[in-house]
């Protein structure tokens, strides 16, 4: 396997191991959120996740909002 293909396999790995990463954090906040009873903790959490979104790469957001979606408690 020349250098070329082990870099392309490198890259993709670790681009891998970032959305699961930033989808982990997200379902983690979502979880917190849910689970906290006191309104000003609940706002952080929220803002939190806020900007856990707007760091997010555009082709992983469809995911992180479907997590939000299914799990966030109204």
């Known amino acids: 396997m020349n250098i070329g293909k082990k870099i392309a396999i490198l890259v993709f790995a ?3 191991s970032v959305f699961a990463m930033e989808t982990t954090n997200v379902d983690g906040l979502v ?3 849910n689970k906290t009873k006191d309104v000003k903790e609940k706002a952080e959490l929220k803002k939190k996740l806020q ?3 707007s760091a997010m790469n555009k082709k992983d957001l469809p995911k992180a909002k479907e997590i939000i979606d299914a ?3 109204k």
Do not use: G, P, R
Request: aromatic content about 0%.
């Open 14 to 16: 670790a681009a891998m």
């Open 31 to 33: 979880d917190q959120i």
């Open 51 to 53: 900007l856990a979104l």
């Open 71 to 73: 799990k966030l408690e």
